[in-house]
């Protein structure tokens, strides 16, 4: 199943193979890389091309973000919905840093959201590494909230642990609480 999303001033798409040089130019910020967990610093052309080629879930979307523009859309990000090992679907993201402060994130967050409420998904977890704050605010914003816990999460471009705020926001119905 392949989805596309359209928000104001956003068009979220999966990434073709055309899409390498100008991912591999967006996403070589180590400001970027470090505060994501699988993604290599330094960030190479081949690296994008790898990304693009990666099999992807038939079901959780994979967007390439692209502001929408009076001239050709130009690319600002990523964003998308994938399982964890323990078969929680998480929600991840990042932005260029010459966008960051525009609210990229936050848009494209509401519309994985619409997409993940659409696919019947009970809820999603998201994490963020403790020294980037922004990315806490982000998800805040989506609705997102801390479970109270931090713990290690490997990063790829740091190439060891750094700790992270696990959050999680319920989708659908509202969650039943037990009382003790």
């Known amino acids: 199943m392949t989805m596309f999303a359209r928000t104001e001033r956003l068009l979220l798409r999966p990434g073709w193979t ?6 591999a130019q967006a996403i070589a910020d180590e400001a970027i890389v470090r505060n994501l967990a699988s993604v290599p610093w330094p960030f190479a052309l081949r690296d994008a091309e790898a990304f693009l080629a990666a099999p992807r879930d038939p079901v959780l979307p994979s967007f390439l973000i692209y502001e929408r523009t009076a001239a050709e859309p130009q690319l600002v990000g990523a964003c998308g919905l994938g ?5 929680a679907v998480e929600l991840g993201y990042w932005i260029a840093r010459d966008q960051w402060n525009r ?8 519309a994985l959201l619409a997409i ?4 019947a998904l009970p809820r999603l977890e998201a994490s963020y590494f403790i020294d980037n704050p922004a990315s806490g605010r ?3 914003k989506l609705g997102f909230a801390p479970t109270g816990l931090a713990a ?6 740091r190439g060891d642990d750094a700790m992270a705020r696990l959050c999680w926001k319920s989708l659908g119905e509202e969650e039943v609480k037990i009382a003790a």
């Open 103 to 110: 609210g990229f994130a936050t848009e494209a967050g509401h």
């Open 116 to 119: 993940a409420e659409a696919l």
């Open 138 to 140: 982000v998800l805040e």
């Open 152 to 157: 290690p999460r490997y990063s790829c471009a």
């Open 18 to 23: 055309e899409d390498a040089p100008a991912l």
């Open 83 to 87: 399982r964890r090992p323990s078969g």
